[in-house]
């Protein structure tokens, strides 16, 4: 028989530290963000990496929320690329 644990959020349930799951929620935010401004924008995916400076697989891969591509610093590049600025806010937990 085994026990079933409860997570916070499935960020808590796939990382292994509390540090891990926060990055990867702050990744997962920044790529909706970025994605909803893209979406916009009525840009193809061709003309959104043009904007982003990256490649289109590279923007297919975070308009499918494929966070683990993503380093925190590569979508703030994006961000600024996209002329937006990231706002950092904390919280107690």
């Given amino acids: 028989m085994s026990q079933s644990e409860s ?4 960020w808590d349930a796939i990382a292994d530290t509390p540090g891990q799951a926060a990055n990867l929620r702050a990744r997962a935010e920044l790529m909706r963000q970025i994605a909803a401004f893209v979406k916009r924008q009525d840009w193809t995916q061709v003309e959104a990496a043009s904007h982003c400076g990256v490649t289109q697989p590279r923007i297919n891969d975070l308009l499918r929320g494929r966070v683990s591509r993503f380093s925190l610093d590569a979508l703030v590049n994006i961000s600024a690329a996209l002329g937006c600025r990231v706002r950092v806010d904390l919280e107690a937990a």
Avoid at 7 to 10: D, G
């Fill in 7 to 10: 997570y916070a959020s499935v």
